[in-house]
């Protein structure tokens, strides 16, 4: 199976590259419009900035890229929040395939969400054989909400948006990449999709 990641500019593709070939895969990283539509599965990691990294997807034409696939995506962290429709993070407009608002954590606890948490309502292919309240590694400042397109909730200050469905479109605010067996299984469950 060919397994492409997404290569921009907010990435943790080093480690999401090892997870994969600890599954047993060899992804190709790249920004490559053919090669993106070719691969069997897509994955859409980020770390970084909202607006940085939409400017980079823009000025690549990655975003209509991104939107256009028809194979399973799977958004990581960053990647979950530049599928939604807009981010507080320096008012930054998204791909829009969510249509859900990522906002700052209000400052009622140390921001940012930083280490292992549970997650609750599991729901669809993604979470198949994973307990309820499992435990999965964040590291975020920003959230989207609960929406309809919801399926699992993770609790910091308030409930949120721990992983999002919609079509082809999957995408988880932790680091599967980071979470142990938990996170290869998830990881292992997406190809599997």
Known sequence: MQVAIVKY????????????????????????????????????????????????????????????????????????????RYSEENQTTGLGLFPVEVKLFPPEDKVPHMGWNSIHDLKGPLFRDIAEGSFVYFVHSYYAELSDWTIARGDYILPFS?????????????????????????????LNI
């Open 162 to 190: 721990a992983a999002l469905q919609k079509d082809n479109f999957f995408a988880v605010q932790f680091h599967p990449e980071k979470s142990g067996k938990i996170g290869e299984k998830i990881l292992q469950n997406f």
């Open 9 to 84: 500019n907010a990435g943790n593709i080093h480690s999401v590259r090892l997870a994969l070939q600890r599954l047993g895969y060899q992804p190709v990283v790249t920004d490559d419009a053919q090669q993106l539509r070719q691969a069997e599965r897509v994955i859409f990691p980020g770390v970084g900035e909202a607006s940085t990294a939409m400017n980079y997807l823009r000025q690549r034409g990655l975003d209509q890229i991104l939107v256009d696939l028809r194979q399973p995506v799977l958004g990581i962290c960053l990647g979950l929040q530049l599928l939604c």
